[in-house]
């Protein structure tokens, strides 16, 4: 395994005991590489290794959906780890002070956990660091070419960090090695994870459960991975069209961390696809989604205005007074009580399915600018929304694509207009040129008088 995946935190002579993986953000047991690290150190050093993860109260804006999603799909992840002779943990709490407890009580050797720039996996680890004194090592196994060695800075924008992650993709994208069953058996007692307590515990807002065509865990997601791949993808050049369904639909997958980008750009590879449809989509599902892990490791406020360039900063700040065609709060605008169908058709495509179409998200979040009083408001809003209600929320995605919508980042200055100042604009007649309007909303509204 390239060792460049792998960040110490924290190196010391290591303990006596085991070596624990803390599961946090790539919650699958294939195609791991914080996994297949504490594996080998474990092989290495002959001790046990043992996988754990910790339910938090709550985690940003996540309903109980999400929770679910998340112990459906780790409950099938448990047993596979167990076939493997890995037992894996559930604990409850803050996270960081009881994996903290648990690798302190065990005088771990080596903690292995995920990397992850949301400010809260930060708080987390440091919890964890103050909990424990034992070595610990973070792996990249989000991103094909770890966020830390493709770049050190903030990228400007995709055209500056695609050369980058092109020239490492050779050196990252390798094959996952096959380990077998872990030969050093876990000394004490095994008990194993209550899923059904565990779910009902979380106390999270409650939201219907969206009528998701996904089902959650890693097999679900490789399988949806592989059908997209053999047929789907020969439409991925009608991506802008929400009307069809051209897209993966694997971003609640590679959110939760149930299927690996790593695996999916391999089984393309092993597919022998080629043409401008696959180009597009590893575009999308390296480039675009490395430069989100790259704008949020590099901006501790990726979510806020000030985390916006000079420029859109300046320009929005000059439109500030502008006045807006309508204002909504943040309660009618999750309401879809907006004056535009269109507008209301996409909040309740996400609202119902737990997820909106990656076109329509764009034309969401800058609605939501144009009717807000400020900037700020409008982040806050559509991150709410958007962290509430997507599957695949909560994610440095997310913040990242709100943040080019609303703030331009990683996009450059357009013509100047009220509101927006320099921002991209996008309108109602752009979408009704671009595909079929009427029936995206007849397909979201029940309603047949809604104006149009
Ligand atoms: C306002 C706004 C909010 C967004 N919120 C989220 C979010 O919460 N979570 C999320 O995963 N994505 C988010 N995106 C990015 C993108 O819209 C979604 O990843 C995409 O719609 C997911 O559908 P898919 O898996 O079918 O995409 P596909 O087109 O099949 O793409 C495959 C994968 O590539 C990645 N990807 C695609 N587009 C982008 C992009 N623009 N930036 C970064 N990565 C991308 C995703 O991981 C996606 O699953 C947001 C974009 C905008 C403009």
């Avoid at 065509?213 to 993808?233: C, N, S, W």
């Amino acid at each position: 395994m390239n060792q460049l995946r792998v960040h110490a935190l924290r190196s010391i002579p290591l303990g006596p005991g085991p070596v624990i993986y803390w599961m946090h953000r790539d919650f699958r047991a294939a195609d791991n590489w914080g996994l297949t690290h504490a594996r080998l150190q474990a092989l290495h050093l002959g001790r046990p290794v043992a996988v754990v993860f910790c339910l938090a109260p709550s985690f940003l804006d996540s309903a109980q959906p999400h929770f679910e999603f998340l112990l459906r799909g780790l409950e099938e992840t448990e047993g596979v780890l167990r076939a493997a002779g890995i037992p894996l943990f559930a604990l409850h709490g803050e996270p960081g002070t009881e994996v903290g407890r648990f690798a302190h009580e065990h005088e771990a050797a080596l903690v292995v956990t995920d990397f992850d720039p949301l400010r809260i996996k930060r708080r987390w680890v440091e919890d964890l660091q103050n909990a424990c004194a034992a070595a610990l090592h973070e792996v990249d196994s989000r991103n094909i070419v770890p966020a830390r060695v493709a770049s050190d800075r903030r990228e400007f924008m995709a055209r500056t960090i695609r050369p980058k992650i092109r020239r490492l993709l050779p050196e990252f994208l390798d094959e996952f090695p096959i380990l077998p069953p872990h030969p050093h058996p876990w000394p004490g007692e095994i008990r194993p994870p209550d899923f059904s307590a565990l779910k009902r515990s979380v106390r999270a807002r409650t939201i219907p459960f969206p009528h998701t065509p996904v089902r959650p865990g890693e097999a679900a997601g490789l399988a949806l991975a592989g059908e997209f791949l053999d047929t789907r993808l020969q439409g991925y050049d009608q991506r802008n069209d929400p009307n069809r369904d051209v897209c993966s639909n694997l971003s609640a997958h590679l959110h939760f961390g149930m299927v690996s980008a790593q695996r999916v750009v391999l089984l393309a590879r092993d597919r022998n696809l080629r043409g401008d449809n696959v180009d597009s989509f590893l575009e999308e599902l390296v480039i675009r989604r490395e430069l989100s892990d790259n704008f949020c490791l590099h901006t501790p406020d990726y979510d806020a205005e000030s985390g916006f360039p000079a420029w859109a900063r300046e320009s929005l700040h000059k439109h500030r007074k502008d006045p807006r065609p309508a204002i909504y709060a943040p309660g009618e605008f999750e309401a879809a009580r907006t004056h535009d169908p269109l507008w209301n058709a996409a909040q309740t495509q996400m609202v119902r399915s737990g997820k909106m179409h990656g076109y329509l998200r764009m034309y969401w979040a800058k609605k939501i600018l144009e009717w807000s009083p400020s900037a700020a408001d409008a982040m806050r809003t559509a991150i709410l929304l958007n962290d509430r209600y997507s599957l695949d929320g909560r994610d440095t995605n997310g913040y990242t694509g709100i943040a080019w919508s609303i703030g331009g980042v990683h996009d450059r200055g357009w013509t100047e207009r009220p509101i927006f100042g320099k921002i991209r604009y996008m309108n109602y007649a752009g979408a009704r040129r671009k595909f079929d309007v009427d029936r995206f909303i007849r397909s979201w509204t029940n309603d047949p008088n809604i104006p149009l």
